[in-house]
T-cell receptor
Framework: AQKVTQAQTEISVVEKEDVTLDCVYE???????LFWYKQPPSGELVFLIR??????QNEISGRYSWNFQKSTSSFNFTITASQVVDSAVYFC????????????FGQGTELSVKP | EAEVAQSPRYKITEKSQAVAFWCDPI?????LYWYRQILGQGPELLVQ????????DSQLPKDRFSAERLKGVDSTLKIQPAELGDSAMYLC????????????FGQGTRLTVV
């Protein structure tokens, strides 16, 4: 069975602090995709990144970075020098190769960045 | 910038009434998804279309929910009759096709059943 676990329900930080959001996944497939989405209060899900299971290279995009480790089935997301605009709910998600695009989401982590 | 359009943004309906949501995917996207997101949880897939055909509706409560995508473009999700437990955010998403799984989401319809 496939599953995504985001153990941190809520995180609160002060602006300019670094913060890491954890994501652990379960799948029996050898080919899969992992995603992070941001959901601001307005409600839409904003795509942040996609990784496939064959690419363990870490990625950095501005203040955002992602650490993918197959050995621990984790795909963690770090925001460096957090800003108030980063306040949102962040979702980690999984697509198994044979599931035709169906996203399996974690429960989400609500990040609050205080000025 | 191309986006997924959904309407209405908010809907309040009484228990046992019928309600419908509309979604227009990004032009050229063959795959369309309807997800339901209960407050405090992650979205869960209700139904997936590839063009006009249903690919996965295993989690759709078919006794009261229906979905269609007649011409393979826009889609309608209907609930009849609505129940209190249907209160949730209904999110539509689209992707180029099942082999390009990067899904783009609309702003959602927030349904409140009273």
């Amino acid at each position: 069975a496939q599953k995504v676990t985001q153990a941190q329900t809520e995180i609160s930080v002060v602006e300019k602090e670094d913060v890491t959001l954890d994501c652990v996944y379960e799948t029996r497939d050898t080919t899969y995709y992992l995603f992070w989405y941001k959901q601001p209060p307005s409600g839409e899900l904003v795509f942040l990144i996609r990784r496939n299971s064959f690419d363990e290279q870490n990625e950095i995009s501005g203040r955002y970075s992602w650490n993918f480790q197959k050995s621990t089935s984790s795909f963690n997301f770090t925001i460096t020098a957090s800003q108030v605009v980063d306040s949102a709910v962040y979702f980690c998600a999984l697509i198994q190769n044979n599931q035709g695009g169906k996203l399996i989401f974690g429960q989400g982590t609500e990040l609050s960045v205080k000025p | 910038e191309a986006e997924v359009a959904q309407s209405p943004r908010y809907k309040i309906t009484e228990k046992s009434q019928a309600v419908a949501f509309w979604c227009d995917p990004i032009s050229g996207h063959a795959t369309l998804y309807w997800y339901r997101q209960i407050l405090g949880q992650g979205p869960e897939l209700l139904v997936q279309f590839q063009d006009e055909s249903v690919v996965d509706d295993s989690q759709l409560p078919k006794d009261r929910f229906s979905a269609e995508r007649l011409k393979g473009v826009d889609s309608t999700l209907k609930i009849q009759p609505a129940e209190l437990g249907d209160s949730a955010m209904y999110l539509c998403a689209s992707s180029l096709d099942v082999n390009n799984p990067e899904a783009f989401f609309g702003q959602g319809t927030r349904l409140t059943v009273v």
